[in-house]
């Protein structure tokens, strides 16, 4: 267990849909992360957290958002939803207010199949 | 821009050979290389990393091996063994850069 909580860690969902995917960083960590991975895109940085504002935006689609709530978990929403968002995404902690963290903590990830 | 590159994607190794997995970058403000491990169904782990100060660090089966000059890094797992087979990611950070990933080598270690 690497102290980061990822929920729920399967979705299945149709297109068009909306989901919400809920993280909780490790004890400590005040900035979160969200990744996506493909199979042929590694791991893409959409968002960072930091004790609950935006501190860096990446590769983030418009009909993707996130927060951070005051018990610093947090949670990515995905809407309008397309089979090419189907991807594993991943959370990751880190007690860095940057985003050069010298060591990420990820979750386990949460494995969506749009369909 | 992928500002880090990694080869090979994709390695079969036998039990008992060395993997090695090559890395390199251009930003020259990347001043931390970590290695992560990920296992199937299981999210990314730091393996090891290092400081540009140094040209190897060892760890273990693993060591980094890495040229200043050449922004390159590699690493290179020694004795390999089944348990080894996840993939592979080394990333780049340091001063105001994001953390940048290698697209990953999954690595398959057979006995």
């Known amino acids: 267990d690497s102290g980061v909580t990822q929920t729920p860690k399967h979705l299945i969902t149709a297109t068009g849909q909306r989901v919400t995917l809920r993280c909780s960083p490790r004890s400590g960590d005040l900035s979160v992360y969200w990744y996506q991975q493909s199979l042929d895109q590694g791991l893409q940085f959409l968002i960072q957290y930091y004790n609950g504002e935006e501190r860096a935006k990446g590769n983030i689609l418009e009909r993707f958002s996130a927060q951070q709530f005051p018990d610093l978990h947090s949670e990515l929403n995905l809407s309008s939803l397309e089979l090419g968002d189907s991807a594993l995404y991943f959370c990751?902690?880190?007690?860095?207010?940057?985003?050069?963290?010298?060591?990420?903590?990820f979750g386990s990830g949460t494995r969506l199949t749009v369909v | 821009q992928q500002q880090v590159k990694q080869s090979p994607q994709s390695l079969i190794v036998q039990k008992g050979g060395i993997s090695i997995i090559n890395c390199a970058y251009e930003?020259?403000?990347?001043?931390?290389f970590p290695w992560y491990q990920q296992f199937p169904g299981k999210g990314p782990a730091l393996l090891i990393a290092?400081?540009?100060?140094?040209s190897e660090k060892k760890e273990g089966r693993f060591t980094i091996s890495f040229n200043k000059s050449a922004k390159q890094f590699s690493l290179h797992i020694m004795d390999s063994q089944p348990g080894d087979s996840a993939t592979y990611f080394c990333?780049?950070?340091?001063?105001?850069?994001?953390?940048?990933f290698g697209i990953g080598t999954k690595l398959q270690v057979i006995p």
């Open positions: 990751a902690s880190s007690d860095a207010s940057g985003q050069n963290s010298y060591g990420y903590t």
């Open positions: 290092i400081r540009p100060d140094v």
């Open positions: 930003n020259t403000a990347f001043d931390y």
């Open positions: 990333a780049a950070t340091g001063g105001y850069q994001k953390v940048t």
